[in-house]
């Protein structure tokens, strides 16, 4: 139930910060990984490995983050995982072997990770404080971060700032942030009696809510791994025109994460849903079918403007199913996210393999059309 404490401003304040600093950390790797592949003289083989251990410390590290946040409460959790996130990336620009890149991925992963889910079930105490949904405009504050910090990356590659000096200042800039910004979070208090199994299959409401974000991270991580490419390669566009597609995606994914709360509050989670996997399913599926490239950029964008609010509403989901204690809903629900960001991209080629990069990125479309299904199971739970 909504309550009328007046600190609840400063509360989503910080907890918004939060989102907008784990979102900035990906964005400043983002940028510089054609920088990293050379120092390091990789291919593109070697260079996807190093991100899979990212995506696999992710994977392991939301697996604990419930216990973690149970054993010291979700805002001390929020610091020591963001300081790991933020001393992590400064070690990136520093790794000298292979070896040492694949560790120091997954040790980004998993304080990312670990971050990003107590981050999410702070915001779902401080949604609960409010009488309107407030889990979209945090993830929009996410998507906001990473286009704030793509164009300082941006900026500082035009001036030919090194890696090292790229990554060691952004890393004390988002570390402070994260020290000032912690004593305003909503604290939380610990319970060790909640510590649970750190992996623990999750009931059927959960698994429901679970496979949606499933769904929803799988379309995601498809068009930052994709997109750009089907468009080159497949429909032979220029590299310029092909960055269209993801900034598109991008964009309307933020922009529409700031408008969701409204529209959730108004249709409920299950219509919104059913809309937003409708949206995707049609325009994406559009696109792949008439093959014009303008279309295509249009099809992307469709897909942002589509999944915006279904990760949200899945965590949303997940904290109101977790009663008293979400952070272990929530982490089942981050899992089957995280799994997605680590088998998507390999699915996706594998599947591309087998037949074409038009044809294995139709499973985001039928995705899309899954979540309009699972919309109605999750409405009943």
Known sequence: MADSDPRRISFRVAVSLAFFINGAGFACIACRLPDIQKRLNLDEGQLGLALFACAVGAF??????????????????????????????????????????????????????????????????????????????????????????????????????????????????????????????LPSSPDPSQLGPPFAFPDRSVLVVGLIAFCAFLCEGAMGDWSAIYLQRNLHQTPAYSTLGYLAFTLTMTITRFGGDAVLHRWGPAATLRVSGLITFFGLGLALWLRIPWLTIVGFASVGLGMATAAPIAFSLGGRLGGDDPAHAIASIAMLGYLAFLIGPALIGFLARLSSLRDALGLVVILAFAIVVLAGFAARE
């Open 60 to 185: 392991l590290g939301v697996g604990r983050a419930g216990r973690a946040c149970a054993r010291l409460g979700t805002h001390r959790v929020v610091l020591w995982a963001g300081l790991g996130t933020c001393f992590s990336l400064s070690l990136l620009a520093f790794a000298s072997t292979y070896a040492a890149l694949c560790l120091v991925f997954a040790v980004f992963g998993a304080c990312a990770a670990t971050m990003d889910m107590a981050m999410n079930t702070n915001g779902v105490a401080v949604e609960k404080r409010f009488p309107k949904p407030i889990m979209s405009s945090l993830h929009g504050m996410f998507s906001l971060g990473g286009l704030f910090w793509a164009g300082v990356g941006w900026t500082v590659v035009k001036l030919g700032v090194s890696t090292q000096v790229h990554f060691v200042g952004a890393s004390l800039v988002l570390g402070l942030l994260v020290v000032w910004l912690v004593p305003s979070l």
